[in-house]
């Protein structure tokens, strides 16, 4: 199995702050990475899919980039309703894997 | 508007069974495959199991860990989808979510409140 490994587990910011999450991938998985957010008690939420689509409805300051094995999620400037655990997930011949998940804190 | 609501969950004892359903709503069902992801306590998201549409042969797919003891399948004429899990390890203690599956079959676009299963004796 593909093995997903995000950097770092847990993140303290402050609000307005631009912030960078890490997911890298085992060996290559093209630009089949998505990312979703997860508070606590709720489903998961796609942000993004395909290593850089928006999902509908989901506000431009998420952004998503790379390919093959290494991949960010990027938040250009960070509102409090962003804080809460991020998860990407990889999709590569029908073989699924979240990473481990980071948890985003305010500062 | 895309609705998930699942049902089903519960404390069972080791070695026994359990099955969760589905209804879906809001979308042409039959036209989407579905999956089951699970979500230990505290813990991260773990795929569990996918079902292709019936255009696609409505194959299955399962993860190592519960593949020979789950099974999932879908009633299109229902728009349900089940998780039938037999005999239940306490790890499979988790909530479960059903998801529909993006057009491209690559990750989750909706996802149910989920159900939580408690595996204890």
């Known amino acids: 199995d593909i093995q997903m490994t995000q950097s770092p587990s847990t993140l303290s910011a402050f609000v307005g702050d631009r912030v960078t999450i890490t997911c890298r991938a085992s060996?290559?998985?093209?630009?089949?990475l998505a990312w979703y957010q997860q508070k606590p008690g709720k489903a998961p939420k796609l942000l993004i899919y395909?290593?850089?689509s928006l999902e509908s409805g989901v506000p431009s300051r998420f952004s998503g980039s790379g390919s093959g094995t290494e991949f960010t999620l990027t938040i250009s400037s960070l509102q409090s309703d962003d804080f809460a655990t991020y998860y990407c997930q990889q999709y590569n011949s029908f073989s699924i894997t979240f990473g481990q998940g980071t948890r985003l804190e305010i500062k | 508007e895309v609705q998930l609501v699942e049902s089903g969950g519960g404390l069972v004892q080791p070695g026994r069974s359990l099955r969760l359903s589905c209804i879906a709503s809001?979308?042409?069902?039959?036209?989407?495959?579905m999956s089951w992801v699970r979500q230990a306590p505290g813990k991260g998201l773990e795929w569990v199991s996918f079902?292709?549409?019936?255009?696609?042969?409505?194959?299955?797919q399962y993860a190592a860990s519960v593949k020979g003891r789950f099974t999932i399948s879908r009633d299109d004429s229902k728009s349900i989808v089940y998780l039938q899990m037999n005999s239940l390890k306490t790890e499979d203690t988790a909530v479960y979510y059903c998801t529909r599956v993006n057009s491209d079959g690559s990750c989750y676009s909706y996802w149910g409140q989920g159900t939580l299963v408690t595996v204890s004796s």
């Open positions: 395909k290593a850089s």
């Open positions: 060996q290559s998985i093209s630009r089949w």
């Open positions: 809001g979308f042409t069902f039959g036209d989407y495959a």
């Open positions: 079902i292709r549409s019936e255009p696609y042969g409505g194959t299955t």
